[in-house]
């Protein structure tokens, strides 16, 4: 079935740092979501990327969807501390396949 | 509006007991989702409901019976509780706006099986 991959699992930075995950789908995905969880909470939605190439930028992130959308990044500038907690990437349609997350601490 | 609501919180089972998550919505959304999660296994669907009198089976079904009561509510049955479903659950719904699928998710419970 369809997997999606997220690496790495876990990332440390020390505060003002760049922070980058990645996502690989085992598919061609028709659009890729990314969602943030907080220590202790749940997740929330971030964005979506529809287009092949899309790129697409919030404040200091920004998303990037591959030419085959099989493949997304997330990068983000000049982490803060509250940026810290887990980040999923998710494809599919309205079933989602979620990727395992990426774990981000933030040293002040 | 309070979104998605989860109940319980917090539960603590012996093996072999029975119990119910309870999950409303309140933004009139089809869709409703049941997802598990794991230290390094992200969100895995247990069981989904595309719109209300349907259900389906996800990627980790197996010891889980849903019933979608209405359009706002979606509950998880644990017939006989394992160590193995000791986990995170949490709900979540969406609603198709034009090619969005964003999907919100309840605040979780945490269930721990002895």
């Known amino acids: 079935g369809q997997q999606v991959m997220q690496i790495p699992q876990y990332q440390h930075v020390q505060e003002g740092e760049d922070f980058t995950t990645y996502c690989n789908s085992s598919t061609t995905l028709s659009n890729i979501q990314w969602y943030k969880q907080r220590p202790g909470g749940h997740p929330v939605f971030l964005i979506q990327?529809?287009?092949?190439?899309e790129v697409k930028k919030q404040k200091r992130l920004t998303f990037q969807f591959g030419e085959a959308k099989k493949n997304s990044s997330l990068h983000i500038t000049a982490t803060q501390t509250t940026d810290v907690g887990t980040y999923f990437c998710a494809g599919g349609g309205g079933k989602l396949i979620f990727g395992q997350g990426t774990e981000l601490s933030v040293k002040p | 509006n309070a979104g998605v609501t989860q109940t319980p919180k917090f539960q603590v089972l012996k093996t072999g007991q029975s119990m119910t998550l309870q999950c409303a919505q309140d933004?009139?959304?089809?869709?409703m989702y049941w997802y598990r999660q794991d230290p390094g296994m992200g969100l895995r669907l247990i069981y989904y409901s595309a719109s209300e009198g349907t259900t389906d089976k996800g990627e980790v079904p197996n010891g889980y019976n849903v019933s979608r009561l209405n359009k706002r509510e979606f509950s998880l049955r644990l017939e006989s509780a394992a160590p193995s479903q000791t986990s995170v659950y949490f709900c979540?719904?969406?609603?198709?706006?034009?090619?969005?699928?964003?999907?919100?998710f309840g605040p979780g419970t945490r269930l721990t099986v002895t």
């Open positions: 990327l529809v287009k092949s190439g």
């Open positions: 979540a719904s969406s609603e198709l706006r034009g090619i969005s699928y964003e999907q919100y």
């Open positions: 933004m009139n959304h089809n869709s």
